[in-house]
């Protein structure tokens, strides 16, 4: 089945560890994104990628680094310098060529410790 | 700079009630504006809309956009407890380059029996 998983499904942090967030899609799509959800927030974009090997600073990138080395993979770090990574984190892919809405995965919540 | 609000924050209906949910943008360049469903986990997508007074609709969900006023409405008739949800509206800028969504805090809407 073609889709987008996220693993894992919770993930718990200890103080200045540093965390990486799985994303895999195998819709082919070429555009890949982050975003953070906290109560109240709604969806905030974290980075995105719209090619292999180049990626974008969305609107809340401090403490997070993301790589785009494989066009189904776009993995999420949460570094130590993000002081607040407690949140619900979704990943999303879209089709640019076709113009089409992105599509979600079931997201990751971490927690820290 | 670019933003979406959506109304009411909260809802509590009775089944068989119907309910109109809230979208309200400023955006340049505007594209399209999607609303989603988000239960426990991802949102799910419902309607993409793209033309001013076209009305959308899905079973007992409809939607509808005015880009004069720049906002859009999403009904739900005859609602039942499996409508409880986050309904999210974003909002997606026509820039070149770019295929980010702006999000609004969502609609958290509780429909008892």
């Known amino acids: 089945d073609g889709g987008i998983t996220q693993s894992p499904k919770y993930l718990f942090r200890k103080e200045g560890q540093n965390v990486t967030l799985s994303c895999e899609q195998n819709l082919n799509h070429d555009a890949m994104y982050w975003y953070r959800q906290d109560p109240g927030q709604g969806l905030r974009l974290i980075y995105y990628s719209q090619i292999v090997n180049d990626f974008q600073k969305g609107d809340i990138a401090e403490g997070y680094s993301v790589s785009r080395e494989k066009k189904e993979s776009f993995p999420l770090t949460v570094t130590s310098a993000q002081k607040n990574p407690t949140a619900f984190y979704l990943c999303a892919s879209s089709d640019t060529q076709r113009m089409e809405t992105q599509y979600f995965g079931p997201g990751t919540r971490l927690l820290v410790l | 700079e670019d933003k979406v609000v959506q109304s009411p924050l909260s809802l509590v209906v009775h089944e068989g009630d119907t309910v109109t949910l809230n979208c309200s943008y400023e955006?340049?360049?505007?594209?399209?504006l999607l609303w989603y469903k988000q239960e426990k986990k991802a949102p799910t997508f419902l309607f993409m809309l793209t033309s001013s007074g076209i009305e959308k609709k899905s079973g007992r969900l409809s939607s509808i956009l005015d880009k004069k006023e720049l906002f859009s409405i999403l009904n739900i008739t005859a609602t039942q407890t499996g409508d409880s949800a986050i309904y999210l509206c974003?909002?997606?800028?026509?820039?070149?380059?770019?295929?980010?969504?702006?999000f609004g805090t969502g609609t958290r809407l509780q429909v008892f029996p």
């Open positions: 955006v340049t360049n505007f594209r399209s």
């Open positions: 974003a909002v997606e800028p026509g820039a070149y380059n770019t295929d980010k969504l702006i």
